[in-house]
């Protein structure tokens, strides 16, 4: 993620020259990632349940996310009027961890699949142009993706946080083992940036963006 954004900010200071919203080579790097994020999302909701996660503690997590998504659409307002983020993998995550959270204690592990499968294709089958407006596109039924620099609907992305669910559920029931171990010592730094992940992901395109600011002041 922090790769991806470093060259979309050289892109934006002029240092490359990259298509970055239809170019594959960096298309299928976002679809990747932002899935990475919402189905580690799905597995850490099944271990808040499977460890009894209060509701007062889910709540001050989902605080969090909802203010640092409030706070991304400001700072991108601020650089890209244009195309600021009025619904992006923040915003998308905190409707999806509300979802799940009510959710999770009456659904069958099994169910998680097709209903997964069913968010995915339903954009597909069921859009309209009521939903292209960018105050309900967020659902994703859309005919047309908005012009955003981050746009991560409810659907079709409800579905991998339903599949990261059941993968932990299932990893839970069969393979706990794996959730347990211990990292290598030299993974030790990506533990601590996962503990920290919501702090980082908010810290790094600002740090990123300065140090390119400056060094683009001292080349010119």
Known sequence: MAGF????????????????????????QRTLIVSLFLLCAGIGQALALQQGLSWPRFWRRWV?????????????????PRSFISF????????????????APRLPV????????????????CSHPFFDSRWSNWLGLVTHKPIAEDYVP??????????????????LASRADILSAELPRILSPLALLGR???????????FLIGMLSLAATMRG
């Open 5 to 28: 954004h470093f060259a979309f900010d050289l892109n934006h200071f002029g240092w490359i020259s990259q298509d970055f919203y239809r170019d594959p080579v960096w298309t299928v």
């Open 64 to 80: 969090q996310v909802a203010a640092c998504a409030v706070a991304v659409s400001i700072g991108s307002y601020l650089m890209y």
């Open 88 to 103: 992006g993998v923040l915003h998308g995550m905190a409707v999806m961890l509300l979802l799940l959270r009510f959710a």
């Open 110 to 125: 099994w169910a998680c699949w097709p209903l997964g499968l069913a968010a995915w294709l339903a954009p597909q089958v």
């Open 154 to 171: 409810i659907l079709p992305w409800l579905g991998v946080m339903l599949w990261g669910f059941a993968l932990g559920r299932w990893l």
């Open 196 to 206: 920290w992940s919501l702090t980082f992901y908010m810290l790094h395109q600002p």
